[in-house]
């Protein structure tokens, strides 16, 4: 009897022992994928771990952060976020998730969210609590929020070396979209209504503007022309006017729109800028 249940408990500590081996293979091979940039192999291979294994907490971070990363490399960045959420915050990999996680919904503008997960964020350090901030800074400046932006900067160290230079460039920014005027769509209308073409050369589109300039002189022309030879009942007359006036109105509204095209050039570039900014410190320290 008891060499029997010495034989059970024998033979069940030894499949734990084989089980615990083969998912700490298959870990293993999820991760040489990852690393070696087999990014939608890795994916695959973290979710048949996560359905078919019954994993420990600490299996489950590694999973979880693998699928995260290898999904962030495939620029999947809302799984990605979701997968980096999972690591809990025993593991090592969890200032890392978390922040990253982050950056990848700020990058799609889900910015609430964002400020959700670095606000539940449980940093483990002084370098965490920087980026914290540092992320936080930049979804203020995303929102234009200028205020917010120079009040959350003060929290940061000014000589960081993660992320100094980038820190800088931010406040540029911040300056420039303090200091630098919108185009207006309404001046850019009026000036194109008195020199067809100048609002468009004032939104610093000059090349279009000057075609516009063009376009409505030699228009103009051939309509006073074709009134002065023949009259205005003449359907020359009539008809060259007639394309003026709907190239004039044209001409406005192009204005207009040029205007607000480049104040979204604008903002798109510096949003842009902005999210390289946020990126690069964070691939620097915690990649």
């Known amino acids: 009897m008891l060499k029997s249940k010495f034989l059970c408990i024998f033979f069940a500590s030894f499949s734990l022992v084989a089980q615990s081996q083969s998912i700490s293979k298959r870990i293993q091979f999820a991760n040489y994928l990852v690393n070696k940039d087999f990014h939608e192999e890795g994916v695959f291979e973290c979710k048949n771990i996560l359905k078919e294994l019954k994993l420990n907490q600490i299996q489950k971070d590694s999973v979880f952060y693998l699928k995260g990363w290898?999904?962030?490399?495939?620029?999947?960045?809302?799984?990605?976020?979701?997968?980096?959420?999972?690591?809990?915050?025993?593991?090592?990999?969890?200032?890392?998730?978390?922040?990253?996680?982050?950056?990848?919904?700020?990058?799609?503008?889900?910015?609430?969210?964002?400020?959700?997960?670095?606000?539940?964020?449980?940093?483990?350090?002084?370098?965490?609590?920087?980026?914290?901030?540092?992320?936080?800074?930049?979804?203020?400046?995303?929102?234009?929020?200028?205020?917010?932006?120079?009040?959350?900067?003060?929290?940061?160290?000014?000589?960081?070396?993660?992320f100094e230079k980038e820190l800088k460039h931010l406040k540029i920014l911040a300056n420039r979209l303090e200091t630098q005027k919108e185009k207006s769509p309404v001046f850019a209308g009026i000036l194109s209504g008195i020199v067809p073409g100048s609002g468009q050369i004032y939104s610093g589109k000059t090349g279009q503007g000057i075609a516009a300039l063009l376009m409505s002189t030699g228009l103009a022309l051939v309509t006073i022309e074709n009134y002065e030879k023949q009259g205005p009942e003449k359907f020359k007359t009539i008809f060259f006017g007639s394309v003026f006036s709907v190239f004039y109105i044209g001409n406005i509204y192009g204005a207009v729109f040029s205007a607000k095209i480049a104040n979204n050039e604008r903002h798109a570039l510096i949003n842009k800028q902005v999210l390289f900014d946020l990126h690069i410190p964070l691939r620097n320290v915690f990649d």
């Open 70 to 162: 290898a999904e962030y490399n495939l620029k999947h960045l809302k799984e990605s976020s979701f997968s980096f959420q999972k690591v809990s915050f025993q593991s090592t990999f969890y200032p890392k998730s978390i922040l990253f996680g982050s950056y990848n919904l700020i990058h799609l503008g889900k910015y609430e969210n964002a400020t959700q997960v670095l606000n539940n964020f449980r940093p483990q350090n002084k370098i965490n609590q920087h980026f914290i901030n540092y992320l936080f800074a930049g979804i203020d400046l995303l929102q234009r929020d200028l205020p917010s932006f120079r009040k959350t900067v003060s929290l940061l160290p000014p000589d960081y070396y993660g």
